[in-house]
């Protein structure tokens, strides 16, 4: 499913009754898009969840359901995303967790249930963001870990 290139699109309401995307849900360059509500009852996703470069995308309320994402997560460009509360706890990926170049970032709050990523991990040029509270429960990583280009308070 896309959410593609909705420059005045202000909100996700006509979805509400979506329970479950069988592939991908790509939500990217919705420049008024400022939350997900009308995701609200999805609990799983096939395999990839895209979200970027949504200019006024300040939180992933709307995604509470969420508890299944069978590949990758990818959270990039999103420069008012503030806070990733608000979207399910999803506890494994057999992929990758991308979380890149989001500017007002605070935290990783979402993904504090998250124990393996098989593929690889890349936190990078998140300048807001103070530290890696959210991964405490990550233990295992296959492949790649990239966490560069942050300002963590240590």
Known sequence: ??????????????????????KYLTINRNDKLTNLNGLDKITSIGTNLSIG???????????????????????????????????GKVTSLSS????????????LEAFDQLTSISSRLE??????????????????VGGNLDISNLFLDL
């Not at 200019?55 to 503030?82: C, F, H, P, Y």
């Open 123 to 140: 936190i990078r040029n998140n300048n807001t963001l103070p530290n890696l509270a959210g991964l405490n429960e990550l233990v295992s």
């Open 96 to 107: 990758y967790l991308q979380v890149s170049f989001n500017e007002s970032l605070t935290n």
């Open 1 to 22: 499913m896309l959410v593609f290139y909705n420059f005045s699109l202000p909100n996700l309401n006509g979805l509400h009754n979506i329970t479950s995307v069988g």
């Open 53 to 87: 470069e949504n200019d006024d995308l300040v939180s992933l309320t709307g995604l509470g359901l969420l508890s299944s994402v069978g590949e990758s997560i990818s959270l990039r460009q999103n420069k008012s995303l503030a806070t990733t509360a608000g979207m």
